[in-house]
């Protein structure tokens, strides 16, 4: 399986993000998947992929031409693919991905998961959406998306189009077999 894994590219993230970056990229790597990612060095971007890489994995990081200077790249990706705008390698991103992970971010990190949601509940693909919630990263925009139910501006079968779980066991299982690990939206109202 080929799996996309979203994540902040700030060096300034702290440690124990790091460390369950490092430990997904391993464990996808181990349990036989492929990384997407989009090809940083630094943040969540470059300790998933340093994980994938000592699992022994194959890296691909999509990146614009742009990124492609000193100290920005993840330098031992097997395969390279240069866009010349952001918007094309989400796409390429989208495209070549059977799944997608979100770990801890920023708007970039955002942006990307918004929009996969987004064509998932318009039926573009059908392939599981999986947050990683670190340390309860994401529990603040998961209140804001359960505010936006309660006044119904998101219709509540939404938030069952991804799934969320703090543990990276639970999200390649998901990822893996996305029927039999459903997220219920009683979870999400209680963070």
Request: glycine residues 10%; proline residues 3%.
């Amino acid at each position: 399986m080929v799996i996309c894994v979203y994540g902040a590219a700030s060096k300034e993230i702290a440690e124990p993000f790091i460390e369950a970056g490092h430990a997904l990229g391993f464990e996808l790597a181990k349990r036989g998947h492929s990384l997407i990612f989009g090809g940083g060095d630094h943040g969540m971007m470059g300790a998933v992929a340093r994980g994938a890489h000592d699992g022994g994995g194959h890296i691909t990081g999509i990146q614009p031409s742009f990124f492609n200077v000193d100290g920005v790249l993840y330098s031992l990706c097997d395969e390279y693919i240069y866009t010349d705008t952001m918007r094309e390698r989400k796409q390429m991103m989208e495209d070549k991905s059977d799944a997608f992970i979100v770990t801890p971010g920023g708007v970039g990190t955002y942006e990307e998961f918004f929009e996969i949601l987004t064509l998932k509940q318009l039926g573009r693909h059908r392939k599981p959406i999986v947050i990683l919630n670190t340390d309860g990263y994401y529990d603040p925009m998961l209140s804001m998306m359960q505010n936006a139910v309660d006044e119904r501006f998101i219709n509540e079968k939404n938030l069952l189009l991804f799934y969320l779980t703090d543990d990276i066991q639970k999200a390649l299982d998901h990822v893996e077999n996305p029927e039999d690990t459903e997220i219920s939206i009683e979870t999400l109202r209680n963070l």
